[in-house]
């Protein structure tokens, strides 16, 4: 059992290019959501999915796309990098977004850096 | 979800417990006190949850007060290793997005 898994863990990008984050989680976990980290605003929420081909925005969508094709993978799309997108990722699964008291894992990170 | 008070920052001895207070005055019947913590910006690591009684695990202790408005939450013995920054969470079962608010934690310094 690898929980959430991300990758790259660290990634150098030039403004206007595209990648991916991969995210993967080995918990038949329904719930996959998508953070992002700066210094001094907390973790925001980007996107989310309740299941395999269910997903929604978050609070800060824009400049990213996600897709759900599997149950396991819930990879998040940099379409055109910019430099305001330099910072730490974090993917978290859960069992359901609705179940009284399950719990939220999250992955180990994904530093980008937009130069 | 309701909102929840915690002290900025702690020192605690290594070996001793450490006890990290939080208060969620305005909680409601059906929302989850969690606990998770941040070691030098890790991954969230989730330690602990519970809804009105006592819980344990094999990291921590959680103990919330009989009318819920506030928890503690105990690091039976405390290691260097568990320095990091701790975050009290409340959260219902409703939620829309399943979003996760964390506040600005506490960070536990434990010292040798």
């Known amino acids: 059992n690898a929980g959430v898994t991300q990758t790259p863990k660290f990634q150098v990008l030039k403004t206007g290019q595209s990648m991916t984050l991969q995210c993967a989680q080995d918990m038949n976990h329904e719930y996959m959501s998508w953070y992002r980290q700066d210094p001094g605003m907390g973790l925001r929420l980007i996107h989310y999915s309740v299941g395999a081909g269910i997903t929604d925005q978050g609070e800060v969508p824009n400049g990213y796309n996600v897709s759900r094709s599997t149950t396991e993978d819930f990879p998040l799309r940099l379409l055109s990098a910019a430099p305001s997108q330099t910072s730490v990722y974090f993917c978290a699964s859960s069992y359901s977004l609705t179940l009284s008291g399950n719990t939220i894992y999250f992955g180990e990170g994904s530093w980008l850096t937009v130069v | 979800d309701a909102k929840t008070t915690q002290p900025p920052s702690m020192d605690c001895a290594e070996g001793r417990a450490a006890n990290l207070p939080c208060n969620h005055s305005?909680?409601?019947?059906?929302?989850?006190v969690y606990w998770y913590r941040q070691i030098h910006s890790q991954g969230p690591q989730y330690i602990i949850h519970g809804l009105k009684n006592n819980e344990t695990n094999e990291m921590a202790s959680l103990i919330i007060t009989e009318d819920r408005k506030s928890s503690t939450l105990i690091l039976p013995h405390a290691t260097l290793r568990d320095t990091a920054v701790y975050y009290c969470?409340?959260?219902?079962?409703?939620?829309?997005?399943?979003?996760?608010?964390f506040g600005q934690g506490t960070t536990l310094q434990v010292k040798p």
């Open positions: 969470i409340v959260r219902g079962p409703s939620s829309n997005t399943g979003k996760l608010i």
């Open positions: 305005t909680i409601s019947g059906n929302e989850y």
